[in-house]
């Protein structure tokens, strides 16, 4: 690989759960010579991607990745909008809203906004999940066509429930998450795209599953799709597929 596809994956080793990593980490994780993984992450403190933790021998990503994450939020104006429609879901309701997008076979959030309720779910930006396990990713997975998601999941043992998760979320029009991610968490999600950037986020809401009934989650639902569609309206996006409002969320054959 070359020294920039190196760095990626130095860096994919950083996440929510593992924020500083050592030389001989990463040495582990990408199965490199130790000197050459010493080499490889000088050079990116050299070039701000990585930054020692004090005197220590540990190493966190550098202020430049922070600066680039801004820039990448505010040149989307799709995250522009979605961002505004999530934070405004996240008030009415008190719960916490993200918004995320896809990267192969993982989701990630970009943005998120934390609930105001006394019992809420706290933040989990920067934290990568599986994409057909959760309900973010389904979203944005029903949306690829049928072709690019057997490509995608190829070598996945468990494509036929993935394909049957995919035509679930296009049948309703977005996808609900039952304690997936984390246990006693739920989340509500629907995606909508920008035709001329070629991107998609998904806009979620996630809540205590003890706190909230199948009338409240069908209100969030209709909140984010009301949302949604004013986006897609806006930027053009003919393939949004408004929620069906008579699709029944209990706790037996939830739509996701």
């Not at 500083?20 to 403190?45: C, H, I, N, Q």
């Not at 997975?141 to 043992?157: E, K, N, Q, S, V």
């Not at 304690?179 to 809540?207: K, N, Y």
Request: hydrophobic residues 45%.
């Amino acid at each position: 690989m070359s020294i920039l596809q190196n760095a990626a994956e130095v860096l994919r080793c950083f996440s929510t759960e593992t924020p500083e990593l050592t030389v001989t980490d990463v040495a582990v994780r990408l199965d490199l010579p130790k000197a050459s993984a010493s080499r490889l992450m000088k050079a990116m403190r050299e070039a701000g991607m990585l930054e020692t933790v004090g005197l220590s021998k540990r190493h966190r990503p550098g202020l430049l990745l922070l600066d680039l994450a801004a820039a990448f939020r505010s040149s989307s104006r799709l995250i522009t909008r979605a961002s505004a429609a999530v934070a405004k879901v996240s008030r009415q309701f008190g719960h916490t809203g993200y918004v995320s997008i896809r990267d192969r076979r993982e989701v990630t959030a970009v943005v998120d906004f934390e609930g105001t309720n006394a019992l809420r779910v706290v933040s989990n930006i920067g934290r990568r999940l599986k994409a057909h396990e959760s309900a973010t990713g389904r979203t944005l997975l029903a949306r690829m066509p049928d072709p690019a998601i057997a490509a995608l999941y190829g070598d996945h043992p468990g494509l036929a429930e993935v394909m049957r998760h995919v035509t679930r979320v296009r049948e309703n029009g977005f996808a609900y998450s039952n304690q997936e991610a984390t246990r006693g968490v739920d989340a509500i999600a629907l995606s909508v795209a920008d035709p001329m950037s070629h991107e998609a986020v998904s806009l979620c809401v996630v809540f205590p599953h003890a706190l909230v009934d199948e009338a409240a989650r069908m209100e969030i639902v209709s909140s984010l799709a009301e949302e949604a569609a004013r986006i897609a309206d806006e930027l053009g996006d003919t393939a949004f597929v408004a929620p069906r409002s008579a699709t029944p969320v209990t706790e037996k054959g939830l739509p996701e």
